[in-house]
């Protein structure tokens, strides 16, 4: 599913005048493809990520997902296109302190009405997908920052989406856990077919992406491409 953001501007108001964010950005992302987003802090990073989610309507622009226009879509529409074709990995695990691995995935299923026995079986597949079948039964407390950002990764892919938004997602780890997740996400994106785009400040593990992507005062440059 290809992500296109095209000419988008978005402006937050500051004071008595306007703050640009996202000054005329066009990006492309394609299906099978890890887009890294890197700039400094207070860049347009994290606004370009929520802008792609369709979490906030820009100015102007269009957001353009696999052929259609969400840009004009009403609340509930972009929600269903969250629900069904999108899945989010936030900064924050924000796991909850009384579920185990297993149940923080089927909570996605059951605000969703899903079948809980088929998601079941989802969620034992995606905890074994990254690595996690052994701590299907652990809390939060009783797992590492790496195992718990994991978890967060496969709760992202419960709703099996087509794309991925990733937000910081090593920003609380040990140089070596964070490589470790930025690997799963290269092979998630691969094995799935996944169109992942990820807002990252770490630049040293920037080969596992196929485009980087820096954004500087609300503005764009394509960096590498693989």
């Given at each position: 599913m290809t992500l296109h953001l095209?000419?988008?501007?978005?402006?937050?108001?500051?004071?008595d005048q306007r703050l640009t964010a996202l000054d005329h950005v066009s990006l492309t992302a394609e299906p099978g493809t890890l887009t890294a987003i890197v700039g400094p802090s207070g860049s347009g990073k994290s606004s370009l990520l929520a802008?792609?989610?369709?979490?906030?309507?820009?100015?102007?622009?269009?957001?353009?997902?696999?052929?259609?226009?969400?840009?004009?879509l009403s609340r509930a529409g972009t929600a269903a296109v969250r629900r069904g074709q999108v899945g989010i990995i936030f900064q924050s695990s924000n796991l909850l302190a009384s579920l185990t691995a297993l149940d923080q995935l089927l909570v996605v299923a059951h605000l969703a009405g899903d079948d809980l026995t088929a998601a079941r079986a989802r969620a034992a597949e995606l905890l074994d997908a990254v690595g996690l079948a052994a701590q299907a039964d652990k809390r939060p407390h009783q797992l590492s920052g790496g195992q718990?950002?994991?978890?967060?990764?496969?709760?992202?892919?419960?709703?099996?989406?087509?794309?991925?938004?990733?937000?910081?997602?090593?920003?609380?780890?040990?140089?070596?856990?964070?490589?470790?997740?930025?690997?799963?996400?290269?092979?998630?994106?691969?094995?799935?077919?996944l169109t992942t785009v990820m807002v990252t400040h770490d630049?040293?593990?920037?080969?596992?992406?196929?485009?980087?992507?820096?954004?500087?005062?609300?503005?764009t440059s394509e960096l590498a491409t693989r």
């Amino acid at each position: 599913m290809t992500l296109h953001l095209d000419d988008i501007t978005l402006a937050f108001p500051d004071g008595d005048q306007r703050l640009t964010a996202l000054d005329h950005v066009s990006l492309t992302a394609e299906p099978g493809t890890l887009t890294a987003i890197v700039g400094p802090s207070g860049s347009g990073k994290s606004s370009l990520l929520a802008v792609a989610a369709t979490l906030i309507t820009p100015d102007s622009g269009r957001v353009v997902l696999d052929g259609r226009d969400l840009t004009g879509l009403s609340r509930a529409g972009t929600a269903a296109v969250r629900r069904g074709q999108v899945g989010i990995i936030f900064q924050s695990s924000n796991l909850l302190a009384s579920l185990t691995a297993l149940d923080q995935l089927l909570v996605v299923a059951h605000l969703a009405g899903d079948d809980l026995t088929a998601a079941r079986a989802r969620a034992a597949e995606l905890l074994d997908a990254v690595g996690l079948a052994a701590q299907a039964d652990k809390r939060p407390h009783q797992l590492s920052g790496g195992q718990r950002q994991r978890v967060t990764i496969a709760r992202g892919l419960m709703n099996q989406p087509s794309l991925l938004l990733v937000d910081e997602p090593t920003s609380a780890l040990d140089s070596q856990r964070g490589e470790a997740v930025l690997g799963l996400l290269r092979q998630l994106t691969t094995e799935r077919g996944l169109t992942t785009v990820m807002v990252t400040h770490d630049t040293g593990h920037l080969e596992a992406a196929d485009h980087v992507v820096r954004i500087v005062d609300g503005r764009t440059s394509e960096l590498a491409t693989r």
